[in-house]
Nanobody, 115 residues
Framework: QVQLVESGGGLVQAGGSLRLSCAAS????????MAWFRQAPGKQRELVAS???????DYPDSGKGRFTISRDNAKNTVYLQMDSLEPEDTAVYYC?????????WGQGTQVTVSS
């Protein structure tokens, strides 16, 4: 099983920035897609950004123009650079990774954006 360890969450004022990191327990070239999801209390988990093994990124909605996902395949690490944060971005952010066989989730890291 791939273990994902997240870091970088915290409390930030509106308009500020955070950089989330998620590292796999070991370098594994079988990892295909990586992504960041978030979930606010009482709400469904939603996709924030995803990136393929080739580096193709997708931002479905709220992160467009403010968030940047990137990955370092040599380190099996995915990052989420979050700029111009808004209170609506407050949520637990979860790292995701998949292989041809399985899906994996990080433990989640809290991001709180104050007004």
């Amino acid at each position: 099983q791939v273990q994902l360890v997240e870091s970088g969450g915290g409390l930030v004022q509106a308009g500020g920035s955070l950089r989330l990191s998620c590292a796999a327990s070991r370098r594994d070239f079988s990892i295909n897609n990586m992504a960041w999801f978030r979930q606010a209390p009482g709400k469904q988990r939603e996709l924030v950004a995803s990136i393929t093994s080739r580096g193709s990124a997708d931002y479905p909605d709220s992160g467009k123009g403010r968030f940047t996902i990137s990955r370092d395949n040599a380190k099996n690490t995915v990052y989420l650079q979050m700029d111009s944060l808004e209170p609506e971005d407050t949520a637990v952010y979860y790292c995701y990774a998949d292989t041809s066989r399985s899906q994996y989730w990080g433990q989640g890291t809290q991001v709180t954006v104050s007004s």
